[in-house]
């Protein structure tokens, strides 16, 4: 029996050194010295504005300031008929929104009535860069909370067509799309489905943003660090590993790709994902949206390009 107590003993005491250092064994990206700009260290404008929401193409400040991707200011108010509404869009006196219980809605502001009301499947979690609905001539299109593409016909009454981007109930959601005349490119987390006059292209790879670009190729950004541009067939162009990164936000300047590192760490990278420099700021916030002039984090701005 006291042996029993003396191993229990031991356990109970080798247990939290075990919890500990498996704690303190998160690996944190550290970039190659000699791409450290050390004489240029970035410095953010400090003020008193938080982020209450970041969306698909604006952020929402705690002043009630909302800017959009291109740094300006926007007005994202909208009236009590759709309070429940994630997304929204208006065009013609008629308002298409998506609710949090996963509803496409088309409200005609004439009649005060709905032309359009189609539950879709419940979601437990969504992520809330969900892109508005489109106004596309005869059709609008609708980016549901469980992954799908809804195209409502204004000739008909109905929604037509139903594209299935994702699976799961958990952040399925498209984050981001790209249409152009040869192509439609959708983007989750876990996927991208690029459609075109040649057919249906998939790539599943754990995402955490994309930048999309002007001849129908687009650079994903992985959650384990990675940068890979595609093409439209979803084809592997270029790629680069910046080994543990965790990019909170980026865009492109000038044909230079901006990343944003949780470290604080902030990357230029050029555009054939080659060359880069890197530099070091105070940041110390994860809570940030990027424009062409500047990132707006919590409590303070960069100014941008660098």
């Not at 590192?261 to 949206?289: A, H, M, P, Q, T």
Request: proline letters at 2%.
């Amino acid at each position: 029996m006291t042996h029993l107590l003396n191993k229990t003993k031991i356990n109970i005491l080798i247990f939290p050194v075990i919890f500990i250092s498996s704690c303190s064994s998160k690996q944190y990206y550290i970039p190659d010295e000699s791409k450290i700009e050390r004489n240029n260290k970035l410095h953010f404008i400090y003020n008193q504005n938080k982020i209450n929401e970041i969306k698909y193409d604006e952020v929402i400040l705690s002043t009630g300031e909302t800017f959009d991707k291109n740094g300006k200011e926007s007005n994202s108010s909208i009236n009590n008929i759709i309070v429940d509404s994630i997304v929204w869009q208006e065009q013609n006196n008629k308002i298409a929104y998506v609710t949090s219980d996963n509803i496409i809605i088309l409200f005609d502001k004439k009649t005060n009535k709905n032309i359009l009301k189609h539950r879709f499947e419940s979601v437990m979690s969504f992520d809330r860069r969900i892109p508005k609905p489109i106004f596309d001539k005869d059709h609008i299109i609708f980016f549901t909370l469980d992954g799908k593409i809804a195209i409502y016909s204004n000739k008909t009454g109905t929604v037509g067509r139903i594209f299935s981007i994702g699976s799961g109930k958990e952040y399925n959601n498209i984050i981001d799309y790209h249409v152009s005349k040869a192509v439609f490119i959708a983007v989750s987390h876990r996927e991208i489905v690029s459609i075109t006059d040649l057919g249906e292209f998939r790539e599943q790879i754990n995402i955490r943003g994309v930048i999309f670009e002007n001849n129908d190729t687009l650079l994903i950004i992985t959650k384990d660090g990675e940068v890979i541009r595609y093409n439209s067939k979803l084809v592997v162009q270029d790629r680069i590993k910046f080994p543990f990164a965790r990019f909170v936000s980026f865009g492109k300047i000038n044909n230079k790709n901006i990343l944003l590192e949780s470290e604080g760490y902030i990357i230029e990278l050029d555009e054939n994902l080659k060359d880069y420099r890197v530099f070091e700021s105070e940041l110390d916030s994860e809570n940030c949206f990027f424009t062409p002039n500047k990132f707006i984090c919590d409590g303070k701005d960069l100014k941008l390009p660098l």
